[in-house]
């Protein structure tokens, strides 16, 4: 049997082992999973109210065209439906984009570390990868400019960036945007947006009607609480989304993830209340970081990135023994930090705890 030669050796995506293996392997009888940037608030109860109307057409093929929902977000955000693409998840709209623009000739230019997504897609097309290294935890951009060439493709912006949680303001941005050759595209990862309250956050959907080489990629999975269901989407002119679409599996989305995520739409309220208590809960660990002197990004999404100036590993078992699931900074190019998702305040106060302990036990020995 022979592979592309890119594909052998290539790392497959490693998901955390599920609670109820942790539990049972540690003998814990509760485990609080603050690693994969779940909404921890759920999600709306009309979404859930939606799905159960729906379970009895399980038995018919989804809308491939996913019809209702393409006129649900168009409306919600201002745009035609041919402007739009859905995805399995954001994750296949990226694999996608990859699919339809990359091949060995060609080169992407992303940040690092950011969504390795990105990447991975990118070794699977075998085309080079242009890594920026981060300045000061943000995408540096004007490094990210002098890297593209005749034979770039795609350049990625992760806004807010996974994992460090800081974004590239609307002056920077879009003086980037400017720039970037018009045969490049340039793809706007916002699947934090819901959480991102800085004011000077870049306002993309309108700037489509402008820049034709521009793609803004969407998610259910996060603030929406719909993760199981993997939806997300890209928004872009009629002419990329054209272009697009062949690639795209047919029936790649479901009929409970339609009817689901155009009842979360119709529930603004229930995001205004998650983005209120994660900015709360932010707080939290901004405190915390204050009380200890630790370094932090300051975060627009849900989640937060601490260096304890200890390897992440370590600490990733220390909480994990107690019954706390974080991810490890080691994985995502950050050695001595950990990434904690936003709980609930009794989440947050419970994590918080056993990081001060921690803390403390190491100033003793």
Known sequence: MKAKQQII???SYKP???MDEVKQELGLTKVIKLASNENPFGSSKKAQNAICEAVSGLAIYPDGYARTLREKVAAHLGVNGEQLIFGNGSDEVIQILCRTFLTPETNTVTA????????????????????IPLKDGV????????????NTRIVWVCNPNNPSGTYNNETDFLSFLKRVPKDVLVV??????????????????????????????????????????????????????????????PFNTTSL??????????????????KKKNREG??????FCQNFNLSYFPSQGNFILIDFNHPGNELFDYL??????????????????IRITVGSTEENDGIIQELTAFIEEKKKS
């Open 257 to 274: 993830a339609h009817v689901a995520a155009c009842a979360a739409l119709d529930d603004q309220e229930f995001i205004n209340e998650c």
């Open 139 to 150: 995408h540096d951009l004007e490094a990210m400019l002098a890297a593209i060439d005749e």
């Open 112 to 131: 690092t570390p950011t969504f390795s997504q990105y990447g991975h897609n990118a070794i699977i097309e075998g085309a080079e990868i242009r890594e």
């Open 188 to 249: 706007s990862d916002e699947a934090y947006y819901e959480y991102a309250v800085a004011d000077d956050y870049p306002n993309t959907i309108p700037l489509l009607e402008q820049y034709g080489n521009l793609m803004v990629l969407r998610t259910f999975s996060k603030a929406y609480g719909l993760a199981a269901l993997r939806v997300g989407y890209g928004v872009a002119s009629k002419e990329l989304i054209s272009l697009l679409d062949p690639a795209r599996p």
């Open 282 to 287: 932010l707080e939290q660990y901004y405190q």
């Open 320 to 337: 994990l023994r107690r019954g706390y699931i974080v991810r490890s900074g080691e994985a995502l190019g950050f050695p001595t930090y």
């Open 16 to 18: 955390g082992k599920p």
């Open 9 to 11: 050796g290539l790392p």
